[in-house]
């Protein structure tokens, strides 16, 4: 009898194995267990390519963002830059409206005040008083043009009553020395401005204001009138 001495490759060992991991007893196939933990090389290659991608694309966005921060700051201090010379204008601005304002308000003040003028020099003409006119500098000046002629009739009144006056005592052939009718108080005003504010003071009608009046009277009648 000869004895089979051929040697199993490694082919056919692996042949019979998985023959026999095909055979059951009942002669039926079956799939052999995956081990616990086991992945595959190919997803494992696959996770790891996409590892490194993301590695990549995380670099260049950090790269842009920096790139932009840089931007970002130099953009902030030329706008700090701009801020600051554009406040000094505007400050420079502001001066120079202020400055143009109080001009206008100063010149539409005076302008009121030359309107006014020319109304009381207008109403005194317009009441025949022409004799008030060398005088028109002591009348106060007065917005109501109502107010303005009352001021006019009480002043032209009061120099009739003194021309009169003066009038008798010449043709009697006497001199009468005049003094003061209503007394003047210390405090009383001394310039024609002051007086209409002081006159303006006391409601229209009232003793105080008739009184103020008179002193007024009293004491525009002892001015020399002012010449141009």
């Given amino acids: 009898m000869t004895e089979d001495l051929t040697t199993a490759t490694p082919e056919s060992s692996a042949g019979n194995t998985t023959a026999n991991v095909q055979q059951t007893k009942g002669g039926s196939q079956t799939t052999p267990a995956i081990p616990e933990g086991y992945v595959p090389i190919e997803r494992l290659n696959g996770a790891l390519q996409k590892i490194e991608q993301l590695t990549l694309s995380k670099k260049t966005v950090e790269d842009l963002l920096a790139v932009a921060n840089t931007r970002i700051g130099e953009l902030q201090a030329h706008g700090k830059s701009i801020e600051t010379e554009w406040s000094g204008k505007v400050g420079d601005a502001a001066n120079a409206l202020k400055g143009a304002t109080d001009e206008r308000d100063a010149l539409k003040k005076e302008n009121a005040s030359l ?114």
């Fill in 115 to 228: 309107k006014a003028e020319q109304l009381k020099v207008k109403l005194i003409g317009d009441l025949g008083h022409y004799n008030l006119l060398a005088i028109a500098d002591q009348i106060p000046v007065l917005d109501d043009p109502a107010k303005q002629k009352e001021a006019i009739e009480r002043m032209a009144a009061f120099a009739n009553s003194i021309a009169q006056s003066r009038e008798q005592e010449l043709t009697a052939g006497t001199t009468k020395v005049t003094t003061q009718t209503v007394p003047q108080n210390a405090s009383d005003p001394t310039t024609s401005a002051a007086w209409s504010k002081y006159i303006e003071s006391f409601p229209f009608g009232t003793p105080e204001r008739e009184a103020a009046f008179n002193r007024w009277g009293e004491w525009a009648a002892k001015q020399k009138p002012q010449r141009a």
